[in-house]
């Protein structure tokens, strides 16, 4: 232990890893050198960037948004990136943009949720849109284990609560 006699992180701490992208804007607003801007979304630039996740941390999750709005299912384009993503060493992808919730499946040694619906949004023209999803993912000697699907719902002000 450290001195002060408390744990020592660097053996009971669990490092996450949270990588963020977005494949539905114009390459011209990717971060530079000097200059602010989105992640890089090329797929080879994610898989470079996940290997260098992986030597760093336990679990390894990337946010993802993409997808068609309103689809309640997921497109072949969104299936074949989190695929590869998973192949890569991502634990977990979390997907949004749908506005509604789509599937949630266990790929190889991954969880991939593509789309999460809404959280907190002025879409109350249907059912669809006013449902969302949070994940509990656990964690067993430093995987996910599995992950527990948590259904919310949006009131007419539009704040989330917890289905029972």
């Keep these: 232990p450290p001195p002060g006699g408390g744990p020592n992180l660097d053996t009971c701490a669990l490092r996450v890893a949270f990588l963020a992208y977005t494949n539905l804007y114009p390459e011209g607003l990717v971060a530079g050198e000097g200059r602010p801007g989105v992640s890089d979304a ?43 993503l ?22 190889k040694d991954g969880w991939i949720a593509y789309s999460l619906g809404n ?6 023209f249907s059912e669809e849109t006013m449902r969302g999803l949070m994940l509990r993912a656990f964690v067993r000697g430093r995987k996910i284990s599995r992950v527990e699907q948590v259904p919310i719902r949006i009131s007419k002000t539009f704040q989330p609560y917890v289905v029972e």
Excluded: C, M, P
Excluded at 52 to 81: C, F, L, M, P
Excluded at 119 to 124: G, I, L, P, R, Y
């Design 42 to 84: 090329r797929l080879e630039n994610v898989l470079e960037r996940i290997a260098e996740a992986r030597g760093r941390a336990d679990v390894v999750v990337v946010s993802y948004h993409w997808g068609d709005e309103y689809q309640t299912t997921s497109n072949s384009s969104q299936q074949k990136i989190a695929r590869s």
């Design 119 to 124: 959280f907190v949004f002025d879409q109350d």
């Design 86 to 107: 998973i192949d890569a060493g991502t634990d977990l992808v979390i997907g949004h943009h749908s506005h509604v919730v789509q599937e949630v499946e266990k790929y």
